[in-house]
């Protein structure tokens, strides 16, 4: 048996009007009885129709509702389902079109998505300083250590190859200068500044200016002499002369 709906609740008239009858109407006791008893039992009829029709499952798709700026739909059964369909996108990372104002977040929440372009251009200018950090310096404490009498002969070679950056010199920046600490430190004669603008040790000796500067630099010429590897480049740059 169909569920019966709403509309099929609505009276349009009574059945058995009592202002029908005649003033002395010419019925047995048994029908008057029945003739009064019809219209309770038209509202009663009318009335279970009613209740079965809202507690059915489809009373939500018969039941009118009036759309509003965040929720869409004519009946209770579609504004329903637009809400679900706005939580499912929420949950899922995409909050539709429309659905949540700004109005309706919070004054914290406010508040941040006003600062977000602030925090975004920042974050941006922070990645860019980030990119400009040069590790220049990171040579100079093995310079002092390797050329100090603390340093064991067993490791002074691998140690002034690693302060002279020969086998990572792409990652070596301002070598030059930190040679020139080095010529400090020990008051020695200074590199010229062509020299202290070298960043690496490739780029010292492949400028025969800057190289032929090494024999007049005792600091330097003695680091180069304790790494096998970097003597070697030095002197066959000066053999190409």
Not at 97 to 113: C, F, M, R, T, V
Not at 155 to 168: F, P, Q
Request: with cysteine.
């Amino acid at each position: 048996m169909a569920t019966p709906t709403i509309a099929s609740a609505q009276i349009a008239a009574l059945e058995h009007p009592i202002t029908g009858l005649e003033d002395r109407p010419a019925l047995s006791a048994a029908d008057l009885k029945a003739y009064f008893d019809a219209n309770p039992i038209q509202l009663m009829q009318a009335h279970n129709r009613l209740v079965k029709a809202l507690t059915g499952t489809t009373a939500a798709a018969n039941l009118g509702f009036s759309a509003t700026a965040g929720i869409s739909g004519d009946t209770i059964q579609a504004a329903l389902e637009h809400v679900q369909q706005q939580l499912t996108d929420v949950a899922l990372g995409s909050v539709p079109d429309g659905s949540i104002s700004e109005a309706k977040l919070s004054e914290g929440i406010q508040y941040d998505l006003a600062r977000l372009p602030f925090i975004i251009e920042t974050l941006v200018e922070l990645q860019s300083a980030a990119a400009k950090i040069r590790p220049s310096g990171a040579q100079f404490p093995l310079m002092v250590y390797v050329s100090s009498d603390d340093c064991p002969d067993t490791v002074k070679d691998e140690l002034s190859t690693a302060a002279l950056g020969y086998y990572y010199s792409d990652y070596v920046y301002d070598l030059g200068q930190q040679l020139g600490w080095l010529c400090k430190w020990k008051r020695q004669t200074m590199p010229s500044e062509a020299f202290l603008g070298k960043q690496n040790i490739t780029e010292i000796l492949e400028d025969e200016v800057t190289r032929d500067e090494i024999a007049e630099l005792p600091a330097v010429l003695q680091l180069i002499q304790m790494s096998s590897a970097v003597y070697r480049a030095y002197q066959a740059s000066m053999e190409e002369q």
